[in-house]
């Protein structure tokens, strides 16, 4: 009945992280898009926009929901609940921490332990592409079709050296299950370089990251590999036709596939939850963070003029310093310190995935395809073979 109970209550906690996270990872993507274009962001909804998720939600509640007559009504409908739902379905299986003990409780800080974890993603990964094929085919619009046509093609194409990149390693810690690849990934050389796969031999592994990461840009058909859904040519793509919450749940299911795999390829190359630095340096991180932040904010707040920033950042800093007290207490350690790793690990890689939508322009179709078949693939498959022969012989 624990177990139940435990379950039920990491399921609440994960979920409610997981859908904020969502809601103001737009928030966040729209903030840097307008620094790095020399604009200030969303800044009209509440103290500098931090209400504007929360408008977009109301607004996509309230808008009409239109029903072309022309459509495939159920595969019309079938298509947004496919996509949204396989999105959210990954991150039941990622290990956000090690085992921790809540009052004589052992559990895991993640919602279900498979021992086959990576197979479960991929398998979810791979079925997401009927979500936005059967928008494109259902919508019965030629610039639907073939958006819907364009992201088969091309998420079935950079399937093939994502996988291959996972391959490599997978057969460096002989392990299927997320937490046995990250274990194997603790401790350090020369007692401060991390033994994370990304410094492994051979190459090292960073080529094999650096794979996923530009197969993970495909796959969640973001710039500069968002063709399904060119504006530019197909209006707005697989999803020309969708409006209000079914709109929503495509846009939702966009951003958890960047986050589920941002949380994998920190899993299966940048060691987890496992800190940077070796202990006890690892744990004065956090604090020294929350306390620069507050710093920052406090400072902020002096010199700026608008109305709403000299609260604001006033209330950002005295947040800070109570974050960094928390980050601080030794009893509550075990839980946040190793947290604090993986989110600021999946934190950059998300940065990452922002920063190259405000920086690179988009290929053409037949760049995107060349692109994975006569360079990606053949250096994927090398990755491997070196890799394979490197453990037969080590």
């Not at 039920?8 to 994960?14: N, P």
């Not at 209000?244 to 951003?255: H, I, L, P, Q, T």
């Not at 941002?262 to 940077?276: K, S």
Request: proline share 6%; aromatic share 18%; with cysteine.
């Amino acid at each position: 009945m624990n177990f139940i109970y435990v379950s039920l209550i990491k399921l609440v906690i994960v979920f409610a992280i997981f859908m904020t996270t969502l809601a103001y990872l737009q928030w966040i993507e729209r903030k840097v898009l307008g620094h790095i274009q020399n604009r200030t962001g969303p800044l009209r909804v509440g103290p500098h926009g931090l209400m504007q998720p929360m408008a977009d939600v109301f607004k996509l509640l309230t808008k009409e929901d239109l029903l072309p007559p022309y459509v495939n009504r159920f595969f019309y409908l079938l298509a947004p609940f496919i996509a949204v739902t396989l999105a959210l379905i990954s991150i039941s299986v990622i290990p956000f921490g090690p085992e921790i003990d809540v009052f004589g409780y052992h559990t895991y800080m993640q919602i279900t332990d498979l021992n086959v974890g990576i197979l479960f993603v991929l398998a979810i990964t791979s079925i997401g592409v009927y979500g936005v094929a059967l928008a494109g085919w259902s919508s019965n619009n030629k610039y639907s079709l073939l958006g819907g046509l364009r992201s088969s093609a091309q998420m079935i194409s950079y399937e093939v050296p994502m996988t291959l990149a996972i391959v490599a390693p997978l057969l460096l810690s002989n392990h299927l299950s997320f937490r046995a690849i990250s274990d194997a990934q603790a401790g350090y050389y020369l007692g401060f370089i991390p033994r994370w796969n990304i410094f492994q031999m051979p190459f090292p592994q960073i080529f094999g990251f650096l794979i996923f990461l530009i197969a993970g840009f495909a796959e969640t058909n973001r710039i500069p590999f968002d063709l399904p859904e060119a504006e530019n040519e197909l209006v707005a793509g697989y999803h020309t036709e969708y409006s209000s919450m079914k709109f929503a749940c495509f846009f939702m299911s966009e951003y958890a596939n960047m986050v589920t795999s941002t949380c994998v390829a920190t899993l299966l190359f940048l060691g987890g939850w496992h800190p940077l630095f070796p202990a006890p340096y690892s744990s004065y991180v956090p604090t020294l963070v929350f306390l620069l932040a507050a710093l920052l904010s406090f400072y902020y707040a002096s010199v700026n003029a608008r109305k709403w920033d000299r609260p604001s950042f006033t209330i950002f800093g005295i947040g800070a310093i109570l974050l960094a007290v928390l980050f601080a207490i030794p009893v509550v350690q075990p839980v946040l310190v190793p947290a604090f790793w993986f989110a600021a690990k999946a934190g950059f890689l998300l940065f990452v995935f922002i920063w190259v939508r405000g920086t690179l322009p988009r290929f053409r179709y037949d760049q995107l395809m060349r692109f994975a078949w006569a360079f990606l693939f053949p250096v994927a498959l090398l990755n491997l073979l070196l890799t394979a022969l490197f453990v037969a012989v080590f």
